[in-house]
């Protein structure tokens, strides 16, 4: 059996190919799995333990040092595991992909055979090209990611702005996880602020401005009517003459009233048409442009019925509500149907899930909205338990933290471009500092905006979801440190290596003869490359951006102390092919990870 075989045949490179064992049959043959089936079935084989217990005790390691699968003997439950520890180090054979093993206290530590690694990784990052590292799945599970969820005539603000990026990752890892995902976005485009940005159109409006920028010119409409409206409440008018004007016509959006729904969709399409372009700017594409507004009256109907039928609510002055904190104290209590009979958030939040699981069959849905909305969260997803939809446990909410300081020249940020065109004009005034390479660059401007948007996606990823951050713009277009900039630069040096090389075929290096490369450098490189399958798989459990990021820079890190020296140029073909072939594959990883964090790779900086 070849060990340079494709992703397909590669369940060959197992020196034990029975595999009758419950080994998440889902997933894909990587090298590292193969060392896991290597070492469990000699531990088995000595120890006599059930070899699938071991197979899921083996964790993969997140330093080097300490070997590249790890077993805490405490999780087999062994009694004395150090000296149990020490003993299989000795009797263990060391075969196939199994190299080396060490015990630590009551660890073991397990290496790659050298020569294993190089010839099994290497060909198979190479000829997989962007599925190294992807799963596929035979029954394929369906996935709806609801996020960004602006407000139409609202700022676009730091909240939405994360939901955005953390949105976009987690769609790519499921579908690198072999599930089919709907990227949904809900917007906000129903309320009585459409009332009020109607009456705002009337006196403000111009048909080119909402033409040429709705977005802008929308707000702007909703800001200045927002100012009279204060005006005459504050002139004492008890009964202000925009907000029962606005109340009217939100009345009339709510009965279907022909003219006021034209109006309105008009505001929604020329809106949701902006946002396209500055999505796709993020390599962002929605399925669906869902908003509150699309939540059909059939469901929430259907939920009220089932809050009577299953007694959870409640009235109060005329009002609906539900008493959450019988089932959970902090939970508080909810309305979900105001005096006048308008429907609320809350209630379309209700409605929506119920058509959703009617119409998309999910297996899991998920919500990325920031953490200021936990409570409200946990009291939609209570509700929808307790109207017995089995489904209900099925519902995620992905939380995330605050941004502070999120300013652009102009003041505090209010749109999604200006934010983007901001971080692109500051990446291009770094990249004319080097007018060299800048003239190498074929479009400056699209390169700037690629980096500038790696530094804001960057930056917002590179801690845990929960942590608060402060929106730094020096720190993140730094082109040193971890950075966005330096991820992109790190990969255009690559490219620009095997630019330079550009005399050897994939051919050649997928077949090239690994017994000369020994530089430890490049050793530990092609160790952190075959990690990569199992940090998606982390990601994919702990659902957070930074699990990705963290790894990215650690291989960043190690391309940089090899690229200065070891050499490519100037080498005989048996020297450079397999270091070449190590550069290409990782750059392929680089790739292959950035993509999935949502940004685009670029060949020169
Ligand atoms: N539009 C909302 C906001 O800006 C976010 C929507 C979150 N999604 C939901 N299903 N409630 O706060």
Known sequence: CDPKVNFEQNRCISVNSNTNYNEQPELAIYPLDTLRRDVSTSLSNISGIDRSIIFNALESTNSMDRGDLILPLPKIKVTDPATVAKRWAAELTLSGSLGKVCARGPFLQFFFDQTYLLQSTIPNILLQNEKYGQEKSRHQKKVVIEFSSPNI???????????????????????????????????????????????????????RELEKQPIQ????????????????????????????????????????????????????????????????????????????????????????????QNHLVEEKDGALIIDLSQWSKNLGRAVVQKSDGTTLYLTRDVGAAMERKKNLQFDEMIYVISSQQDLYMS???????????KWA????????????????????????????????????????????????????????????????????????????????????????????????????????????????????????????????????????????????RRAFKTQEPATVVTYLFKVCHQISSCYNKIWIAGKPSDIAIPRLAVYSASRQVLHNAMSLLGLIPVDRM
């Open 217 to 308: 010119h929308l707000y702007e409409v909703y800001v200045r009517i927002n100012k009279d409206l204060a005006k005459e409440e504050k002139n004492g008018t008890s009964k202000s003459e925009i907000s029962s004007e606005a109340r009217a016509f939100f009345k009339k959006l709510e009965n279907l009233d022909e003219d006021a729904i034209k109006i309105w969709s008009r505001f929604r399409s020329l809106s949701i048409h902006r946002y396209v372009e500055t999505y796709s700017r993020l390599n962002i594409n929605f399925d669906i442009f869902s908003g509150e507004s699309q939540v059909s009256k059939k469901y929430m109907d259907e939920a009220l019925n089932i809050f009577y």
């Open 393 to 536: 446990k099925d519902l995620k909410h992905v939380s995330f933290g605050m941004v502070q300081g999120m300013s652009t020249r102009k003041g505090n940020v209010v749109f999604l471009d200006t934010i983007l065109d901001e971080a692109r004009d500051k990446a291009l005034q770094i990249m004319k500092n080097n007018q060299t390479k800048i003239s190498q660059v074929n479009d400056p401007r699209r390169v700037a905006d690629l980096i500038g948007i790696s530094a804001i996606v960057i930056q917002d990823m590179k801690s845990k979801r929960v942590n608060n951050y402060e929106f730094n713009w020096n720190r993140m277009l730094s082109f040193e440190g971890d950075t966005g900039p330096y991820l992109q630069y790190t990969h255009s040096r690559l490219r620009s290596l095997e630019r330079s090389s550009g005399n050897f075929t994939i051919d050649m290096l997928v077949n090239a003869d690994f017994s000369n490369l020994d530089e430890p450098q490049l050793l530990e490189l092609v160790r952190l490359l075959a990690q990569y399958p199992d940090i998606l």
């Open 153 to 207: 005539a609202k700022p676009f603000h730091a909240g939405h702005l994360r939901s955005t990026i953390i949105g976009g990752f987690l769609s790519n890892l499921y579908e690198a996880m072999g599930w089919s995902v709907t990227r949904m976005n809900y917007l906000g485009d129903w309320g009585r602020q459409f009332g009020l940005l109607a009456i705002g159109f009337e006196r403000y409006g111009s048909e």
């Open 379 to 389: 009291q939609l997803f209570m509700i929808l338990q307790k109207m017995n939809f």
